[in-house]
């Protein structure tokens, strides 16, 4: 099993920046594609970002591209999502979510998710 715990979410302005990480435990971390998705009220789950096993190869949702960026430490077991400019419109609980290789924007396709942690970007 693969555990995930993420942290960092909270409340900021529009315009600011929040880093969210997730700490990965149970398995190989190296083994797995991680991927960040984002749940707001009423709307299904949208992939934000994903990385491959050793960060060579990253994608992003087209609503967050140019503004987040995911990486990892392989070494630490952890991955990261930066996010810069944001905007009320990415106010959502922000999920963590892990895969055997290769990377994947589908949310079904993920086995192993953590409890969510929520961002909230005031106007």
């Known amino acids: 099993q693969v555990q995930l715990v993420e942290s960092g979410g909270g409340l900021v302005q529009a315009g600011g920046s929040l880093t969210l990480s997730c700490a990965v435990s149970?398995?190989?971390?190296?083994?797995?594609?991680m991927g960040w998705f984002r749940q707001a009220p009423g709307k299904e789950r949208e992939f934000v970002a994903t990385i491959s096993r050793y960060g060579a190869t990253t994608y992003y949702g087209d609503s967050v591209k140019g503004r987040f960026t995911i990486s990892r430490d392989n070494g630490k077991n952890t991955v990261a999502l930066r996010m810069n400019s944001l905007k009320p419109e990415d106010t959502a609980v922000y999920y963590c979510?892990?895969?055997?290789?290769?990377?994947?924007?589908?949310?079904?396709?993920?086995?192993?998710w953590g409890q969510g942690t929520q961002v909230t970007v005031s106007s």
């Open positions: 979510a892990a895969k055997e290789s290769p990377t994947s924007q589908a949310t079904h396709e993920y086995p192993y």
């Open positions: 149970g398995r190989t971390f190296s083994n797995y594609a």
